[in-house]
């Protein structure tokens, strides 16, 4: 997915758009750019090139001072990444300079139906909608030529428009992917994510599909692809600055893993009123109708779905099935008579399980989204949807919202049960847990050993298998090192041939009932040579273990277990001198298929 941000208003459009093209280059980090209206040329300079937003910034210091502009931080789906593919792009005469955000799967048949004779500059399905825009402005409106253009495509878009011949407006547009409309003291700021209007709106409106938006200096107006006028709600922005920087920590995710405590105990706060669940009974009755629970995700939200079905089995007694949100949209499984669907998503923009929703609204099954943007497109589309409360998550490896994920479907798992805890105090317990050992954890002493090993393994049976894939996945997408979450009983059955001298094999040890097998195990492959070291709660230590922690409520370990393995992978990138909050080739939220 990409990053945009316009404003039109009065103040420094560059500085406005720069900073929120910083806080927004989570979402895409291989090219950048930016244009700005030049009043003494009228018309609307473009700087752009491949890499981060920081070589943007060092281009455009001498631009002149501009009221009116928008920015784009690339990830590339179409086209490589280089110059030309950079946006902002631009219709031919340069009258037209748009940046998108989406996919658009008909672009090759509009250039053909529609475009034979534009002269192109990139390989971008971006491209094609300015070319036709500035076809249809030959003889139509500016604006009825932008909605023609919208009604033609196909896929998905969040765009912003700059009209070289009235650079007194942008025009925006959104359909599927993320929009948002900022309105402040100063201007107008229209950007894909909430971060970018702090310090700049004081109010905003998440934009609907099928809306294009016309904004000046100090107006905004929102209609439907017929020019109908909609009354759109502007609401308070409640997210202040200091959620978006790192504060005293050197990386956003070193910030967020020690966040989680807090997190945990803000969802408790946030659920229960006393002893009174907050959540909606209407979604708790029915889940409980429900014959099946379909738990629906991807990376790490679907490890967090894992966890879930252990909960709800085990508190809820109702069978849970747990799918790849790309492989059910295509193939589906056999659907039991009373279906019941949970998707969890940090961003809730994930395309895959947007491909899932709209399958599932097809036959109108009853869908709840777990995330983290209450303002996201599944969070407004499902049945119901129930926020984590994780506040934003900069980094693109998901820590605090993996382990606020398992805390909400702790309390959705517990409300459906016949509540034989205190499911709050299990929850501060594992908040204070995470504390204890955040306080005085010494991971980076343990990375030394396998820094230079090819690959990894994490072992571990039941929640700690599932807690062993997350951490798998951590390892692998901040540090590169090739590593697997294996069930701990399932090694020796081949995959041990792997094993050799100083392979690096973590083994998470919760459940004292299982306690003796994962302990086995790994002496199976300590004796073929294997570097290794344990992770066990206390419940479950022995005198020569290197990592323990305090113990937890027997349902709840994941929340305490994934935090050593979180600052493991942290310590490996940080040795390794990566790019611990941008990894390459990543990006925080996948918009497309
Ligand atoms: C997590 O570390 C990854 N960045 C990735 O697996 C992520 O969990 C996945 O893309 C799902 O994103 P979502 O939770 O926003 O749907």
Redo the contacts with the bound molecule.
């Keep these: 997915m990409c990053g945009i941000v316009g404003f039109i208003g009065n103040n420094d459009a560059k500085q406005i758009i720069l900073n929120g093209l910083t806080r927004l280059e989570y979402r895409g980090y291989d090219s950048a750019g930016l244009s700005l209206f030049n009043q003494r040329y009228q018309n609307f300079d473009i700087y752009k090139d491949e890499g981060r937003v920081q070589k943007l910034i060092d281009s455009t210091k001498n631009a002149a001072y501009s009221n009116v502009g928008i920015g784009h931080t690339r990830w590339a789906t179409h086209g490589k990444v280089n110059k030309e593919n950079s946006h902002p792009h631009y219709s031919q005469s340069r009258r037209f300079i748009i940046v998108h955000n989406g996919v658009i799967d008909n672009y090759q048949d509009l250039k053909s139906q529609y475009l034979s004779n534009a002269n192109f500059s990139s390989d971008t399905d971006t491209e094609v909608i300015a070319q036709l825009i500035e076809t249809f402005a030959q003889t139509l409106h500016v604006e009825n030529a932008i909605t023609t253009t919208l009604k033609l495509l196909h896929g998905s878009y969040a765009l912003l428009v700059l009209d070289a011949n009235d650079p007194e407006k942008i025009y925006a547009a959104k359909y599927k992917s993320p929009l948002i409309v900022g309105h402040g003291e100063s201007g107008i700021t229209i950007a894909s994510d909430l971060m970018a209007l702090i310090g700049y709106s004081d109010t905003y409106h998440a934009l609907e599909d099928k809306t294009f938006v016309v904004a000046r200096r100090d107006d905004v107006k929102i209609f439907n692809l017929d020019h109908q006028l909609i009354d759109a709600v502007f609401k308070p922005i409640e997210m202040d600055a200091a959620d978006t920087t790192k504060g005293e920590f050197a990386h956003y995710m070193l910030k967020e893993i020690h966040e989680q405590p807090s997190v945990i105990r803000r969802i408790v706060g946030n659920y229960y009123d006393y002893d009174a669940s907050t959540i909606n009974p209407e979604i708790i009755k029915s889940m409980r109708a429900s014959d099946r629970i379909y738990i629906l995700?991807?990376?790490?939200?679907m490890h967090a779905g894992l966890i879930g079905k252990q909960l709800i089995e085990q508190l809820a007694e109702i069978p849970v099935e747990v799918h790849i949100a790309s492989e059910f949209a295509y193939q589906m499984p056999l659907i039991s008579k009373k279906p019941f669907f949970i998707l969890?998503?940090?961003?809730?923009?994930?395309a895959d399980?947007r491909a899932c929703l709209v399958l599932l609204k097809k036959y109108q099954y009853p869908t709840l989204t777990i995330t983290n943007v209450a303002t996201s497109t599944l969070a407004r589309e499902a049945s119901y949807n129930l926020e984590i409360f994780a506040g934003p998550e900069i980094a693109?490896?998901?820590t605090k919202?993996y382990v606020a994920q398992v805390a909400v479907l702790a309390i959705v798992a517990f409300e459906l049960s016949a509540k034989t805890f205190d499911i709050k105090d299990a929850l501060t317990k594992a908040a204070l847990s995470i504390e204890k050992f955040l306080s005085s954890e010494k991971m980076d002493d343990l990375v030394r050993n396998f820094l230079t090993r090819r690959n990894c393994f994490f072992i571990g049976r039941g929640l700690d298998y599932y807690v062993g894939l997350e951490a798998a996945?951590?390892l692998k997408?901040i540090s590169y090192i090739q590593t697997e979450g294996f069930a701990a009983g399932e090694l020796k059955h081949g995959t041990i041939a792997l094993i050799e001298d100083g392979t690096p094999v973590i083994a998470l040890i919760s459940n004292p009932e299982i306690n003796g097998n994962t302990r086995s195990n790994l002496k199976e492959v300590q004796a073929r040579g294997a570097y290794t070291f344990k992770i066990v709660t206390s419940d479950c230590a022995q005198p020569d273990d290197e990592v323990v922690l305090d113990q937890v409520h027997p349902l709840l370990t994941a929340l305490v277990m994934v935090v050593p393995t979180q600052l493991l992978a942290y310590y490996a990138a940080l040795d390794r001198s990566y790019d611990i909050d941008k990894p390459r080739n990543?990006a925080?939220?996948?918009t497309v298929e």
């Design positions: 995700a991807a990376g790490t939200s969890v998503t940090q961003s809730g923009e994930t399980l693109v490896a998901s919202a996945l951590k997408e990543l925080k939220s996948v």
